[in-house]
């Protein structure tokens, strides 16, 4: 049964529980209010339920928990609200998809949450969880997507990012999002050992120190660290980010000079180092960057020329002479 992207309102019919056969429950981009109705348990086959965009309210019916034919369970962009039971996951032993983004839905994360052994997509963002991430989450050998971005998860402690640990080695994880939290602590040199298919990595608008290990991984497209307390210099390794799309890393307490390997991330389109410490001249291996389109040095201690080929320069601040670099047709 499908009737998302529609204008429907009103609640979710309490009726569909007597759909014995349904296996698919759509009713997403609504305009559907009230709570998740107990008789949807009734559905024993229901295998895909999707509520998202909507207007809930509520918590989730206890009886969801034990619909062990689930796997996929998305309800984003409601107003859902409550917590999470700590064995929640016990009885879910085929989901494969969990989106519960942008509800109001507070309390730890489940620590059963890794008996869903089959997880694929773990998207709990923009809720209020709170407290530490369970250090298992790496035994979930088949996540791909794990996107805890603003909650109000972590403590500002040194072990606040012990869990990412137990992705050391792991074989498909593509995208972490832990960004806009409470994690403290510093970059563990474990960092560069993380899912060898990990493209995306999101750390910003944390409470993280210390500086970056020279051991991060190579194989990132993205990197954003913005909004911390990291120190020290960019370490030259950063060179070796040949597939580097996005790097961020404005608003933090870097020092030293912008070396020259800027120039051998050839893929680059977004370069964000504004509110830092750094100084010196802008490297003119920049120029090698024939794809970057967004580049913000700004209040730094920069001087001397920058070229100017490149669209959407925030140079204020600085001590920065632009020069037009000439471009051979």
Known sequence: MSVFSNKLSGGVPSFVGNLSSLTHFSVSDNKLEGGIPQEICNLKRLTFLSLGLNRLTGTFPSCLYNMSSLSLISAPENQLNGSLS??????????ELI?????????????????????????????????????????LQDLQYLSLYRNNLGDNSTNDLEFLKSFTNHSKLQR??????????????????????????HLGGNKISREIPESLGNGLALLTMEHNHIIGTIPTTSGKFLNMQVLDLNANMLSGEIGPFIGNLSQLFHLDMGKNMLEGNVPPSIGNCQKLEHLDLSQNNLTGTIPLGIFNLYLSNNHVEFVKKLIER
């Open 86 to 95: 700590p064995n929640m996951f016990n009885t879910l032993p085929n989901l």
């Open 99 to 139: 989106a519960i983004a942008m509800n109001q839905i507070s309390g730890p994360i489940p620590p059963s949450i890794t008996n869903a052994s089959v997880l694929l997509v773990i998207d709990i963002s923009e809720n209020h969880f709170t407290g530490k991430v369970p250090t298992s989450l790496g035994k």
């Open 176 to 201: 972490v999002d832990v960004s806009y939290n409470n994690f403290g602590g510093h970059l563990p040199n474990f960092l560069g050992n993380l899912s060898i298919q990990l493209s995306l990595l």
